[in-house]
């Protein structure tokens, strides 16, 4: 990692410039025969205190010349917005800060082929003047192998917090071109790369919306069914109008608990006839919404369904979820995971074994197998998974739970 310290900045920093065409800076993109490093979050506004996932995507490894052996990067944030707080550890061996084990996430496709080393992402502060930190992810590969991110999936992420005191601001999680080592198969650098940043909005919402599920908001009350409960979320909405689930965030409440019951993280019991409202409170900002409780049967619950919404699982607790081993008709799937109470499956893991097309309807926003829309999927560090309790209806699949191997094993006539 000696080419990382400070002293050979201005070596790599003459090196830039030798190679400005290739190297587009921290929101360019590669070229069509150019590596691509390519830094993204799923939520572009975060709050205060709240955790990010940073994905990082190396893409475009296909010409001859650009192929990867190895790989150093470094990332920059700004140290206003983000800090590594509850996510790094002191490795006595290594000498360093490193990443905890449960706060960055590698593809499953890397444990099972052995073709990559990723060490874990460690802090630096490359220049303690210039208000930034920094991260380094090292990347080799193994048994002659290239590097080659799967389509569509971050090669690596990892976790940064927001801070408390962060103040309302425009920031970026970008690729530091100078500090970044690429080499090729005989150990020569790759000087010409692209990259593109995360730019992201820190800050209170300006308003804070209580919604059913992950329904569009409504004015309208929420009408609920006599000792049933309901789950709600809080959807904060930006000043840039971007929006944002935050619902473990915020502080809830109800007017009244004789007829609705404190909501813990959102989910909400109904205990009595009447109305009562729900509150969601961040900071200063305080969303409300009106709830009627009726008797089982009442005309005023008799709504059209809308079954075709995403789960949206907190991330940080997803990526800590028990992996699970996935079996169809015999043949290993990737792995799955358990969150909630609930079994997710790799949907396009699962549709390539079975030889099934992935398709995707408009009208309700969801993914189809064999033309019928999938009630409950998410997608995760580029992966989406579908709720297991879904494949009967879907594929008329047969499954069952092997304890002793955690596995699930999923059997349908419907194969290549």
């Not at 990382?4 to 025969?33: C, D, F």
């Not at 015999?330 to 997710?344: L, Q, S, V, W």
């Amino acid at each position: 990692m000696n080419l990382l310290r400070k002293t050979t900045r201005t070596l790599l920093a003459y090196a830039l410039l030798l190679s400005l065409v290739g190297i587009t800076g921290i929101a360019s993109a590669a070229g069509s025969n150019q590596v691509s490093i390519e830094v993204a979050t799923r939520e572009t506004s975060l709050i205060p205190g709240s955790s990010v996932m940073v994905n990082v995507k190396l893409s475009n490894l296909t010409h001859e010349n650009q192929k990867l052996r190895s790989a150093v990067l470094a990332l920059s944030y700004d140290e206003k917005a983000f800090n590594t707080e509850g996510k790094i550890r002191f490795d006595e061996t290594l000498g360093k800060y490193i990443w905890r084990a449960d706060t960055y996430v590698i593809p499953s496709k890397t444990y099972e082929t052995k073709d990559y080393l990723i060490e874990a992402p460690y802090p630096v502060d490359l220049d303690p003047a210039d208000g930034r930190q920094e991260v380094i992810l090292s990347i080799s590969a193994l048994n002659n192998k290239y590097i080659d991110s799967e389509k569509d999936e971050a090669i690596i992420s990892f976790y940064l917090t927001v801070n408390k005191e962060a103040p309302t601001q425009n920031t970026s999680i970008h690729v530091l071109a100078q500090e970044t080592v690429l080499k090729d198969a005989a150990g020569n650098s790759i000087k010409a790369f692209g990259s593109t940043s995360a730019n992201v909005y820190v800050g209170i919402p300006k308003q804070i919306e209580i919604v059913r599920g992950t329904l569009p908001p409504t004015s309208d009350p929420f009408n609920v069914s006599l000792n049933s409960g309901t789950e709600l979320n809080a959807l904060a909405i930006f000043n840039n109008g971007d929006t944002s689930y935050i619902t473990e965030f915020t502080s809830w409440d109800t007017t009244d608990q004789q007829v609705i019951t404190s909501p813990i993280y959102g989910n909400i019991q109904a205990v009595a006839l009447g109305k009562a409202e729900v509150t969601a409170t961040f900071g200063n900002v305080t969303g409300k919404h009106e709830v009627q409780v009726y008797p089982k049967g009442a005309p005023e619950l008799i709504v059209k369904e809308v079954v075709y919404v995403t789960r949206i699982p907190d991330e940080r607790l997803f990526a800590k979820a028990a992996v699970v081993q996935i079996k169809v008709n015999g043949k290993t799937a990737e792995p799955g995971r358990i969150f909630d109470g609930a079994t997710y499956v790799p949907l396009r893991s699962v549709s390539n074994l079975l030889g099934i097309e992935v398709k995707y309807d408009n009208d309700k926003n969801a993914p189809t197998l064999k033309g019928k829309a999938v009630p409950h999927f998410y997608t995760f560090s580029g992966t989406t998974y579908i709720w297991a309790r879904d494949l009967p209806v879907l594929l008329g699949a047969k499954m069952s739970w092997d304890s002793k191997k955690t596995t699930l094993n999923i059997e349908t006539s419907v194969q290549k």
